[in-house]
């Protein structure tokens, strides 16, 4: 049976002023400054209060440590001077954030365009088009000029992953392959790296020791369903991966949603083909330049229709719907990515 600990802010009255600190052992606290922890087998369970609550503490005890529930959740405590996350080691400002939250940095291009390889700054890419992350953290970028796919570790260690840097179609390892515009990359739990190379008209598969292999589309202009190369593209755009491993395409120049399964097996999700803004079920629905694509782990994908400035919904089976366009509050302008 669990205990109930409390710890106590101790009272003081100076010519009626009223002033909490928090220790254990303290004899007659304020009513108020009275805060309910828990004792379990596992231990002493810290207090949760809100970024608000913890700087309502005035005079905090050093050492004090509880758990914050809003802004970067975790423990924190107080240092006598400032309350610093536990985890991160960071000064927490009055909403529960700290100094370097939200702060953005250069992890990898020194603003060439070369597609050199390198650490950080002095690596170069060249039209960073699309961009990926797999399970250890690594980055997958599809350096659409150069026609070079990059991988980027946690350190900002930039490499060609696939790709000779001239336009081409061709299969292989590493650098023997060849893209022509890669656009969009995704990333499978099982580290493999999808492609949407856009002006090959094809979906390219490399495997995470650097295989590249042409999973869908026979390289012609068209919008055919079927296995392998026996399906078609128009202008790829967009690619997401799901979790058993199908992969969706924004497939924009046919202003469809393709849908393919691990097996190669290439149909049609949603969309008519011809350019339109209709909610509906599979075909009777369309799209008008969907660029960007997205899938959550129910199945549920999301597209950035960028002609219609919409971003749109479709369910496992097909169904679409239009999550927010012009019309609502929050207007967009040619959304090209989700």
Known sequence: MNRILYILFSFLAFQNARAQSIGIGTATPHASALVQVSSTTQGILAPRLSSAQRN???????????????????FCYYSGIAWISLTRGYALNDQGYSSNYGRVSTLAGGGGTAGTDGRGAAATFNTAAGVAVDLSGNLYVADAHNNKIRKITVGGVVSTLAGSGVEGSADGVGTTA?????????????????????NNNKIRKITAAGVVSTLAGSGA??????????????????????????????DAGNNEI?????????STLAGSAAAGFADGVGTAASFSGPYGIA???PGNVYVADAGNAAIR????????TTLVNTGTAAPLYHPASI
């Open 56 to 74: 309502a503490i005035v005079n905090p005890a050093t050492g004090l440590l509880v758990f914050q529930t809003d802004g970067e959740p975790g």
């Open 178 to 198: 060849s893209f022509n515009t890669p656009w969009g990359v995704a990333v499978d739990v099982s580290g493999n790296l999808y492609v949407a190379d856009l």
């Open 221 to 250: 202009a068209g919008s055919l369903d079927g296995a392998g190369a026996a399906a078609s593209f128009n202008g790829p755009y967009g690619i997401a991966v799901d979790i058993p491993g199908n992969v969706y395409v924004a």
């Open 258 to 266: 393709r849908k393919i399964t691990a097996g190669g097996m290439v």
């Open 295 to 297: 899938v959550d782990i």
């Open 313 to 320: 919904k479709i369910t496992a089976g097909g169904l679409v």
